[in-house]
């Protein structure tokens, strides 16, 4: 019995301290095999669906759509509306995607409150 209190003295067997013989060898992968080829992540999956189009009714005419279409208009539909919640999300989107060439396709308006003037 004393035998096994000087083998655990040297090393502690435990949560993450595993058995020496039972660790990775040096220069070894854990996952040698590695992903399959072919397998998609989320961001591929959220790409394609984004990416689908779709028929939508709009002002009596029917129109095809990308999704991403369809939940930017919901969003600035919404903050015109005035929603707060989606207007200071548009303007995040609007600060964020900052890109001249949509500056001289588009004039935006910056309305101040009376306690900024």
Same mark, same amino acid.
């Given at each position: 019995?004393?035998?096994?209190?000087?083998?655990?003295?040297?090393?502690?067997?435990?949560?993450?301290?595993?058995?020496?013989?039972?660790?990775?060898?040096?220069?070894?992968?854990?996952?040698?095999?590695?992903?399959?080829?072919?397998?998609?992540?989320?961001?591929?999956?959220?790409?394609?669906? /984004?990416?689908?189009?779709?028929?939508?009714? =709009?002002?009596?005419?029917? @129109? !095809?759509?990308?999704?991403?279409?369809? %939940? #930017?208009?919901?969003?600035?539909?919404?903050?015109?509306?005035?929603?707060?919640?989606?207007?200071? /999300?548009?303007?995040?989107?609007?600060?964020? =995607?900052?890109?001249?060439? @949509? !500056?001289?396709?588009?004039?935006?308006? %910056? #309305?101040?409150?009376?306690?900024?003037?």
């Amino acid at each position: 019995m004393e035998e096994d209190k000087t083998v655990t003295d040297k090393y502690d067997i435990g949560y993450a301290n595993p058995p020496k013989h039972c660790r990775f060898k040096k220069g070894r992968s854990g996952n040698p095999a590695g992903r399959p080829e072919g397998v998609k992540n989320f961001g591929q999956y959220l790409f394609k669906a /984004l990416n689908k189009t779709t028929s939508v009714t =709009f002002s009596k005419k029917k @129109l !095809k759509m990308t999704m991403t279409e369809i %939940i #930017i208009r919901r969003l600035t539909s919404d903050a015109t509306r005035g929603d707060l919640k989606y207007a200071r /999300l548009m303007v995040k989107l609007m600060k964020r =995607f900052d890109d001249e060439s @949509l !500056k001289s396709q588009y004039k935006f308006v %910056i #309305i101040k409150d009376e306690d900024e003037r």
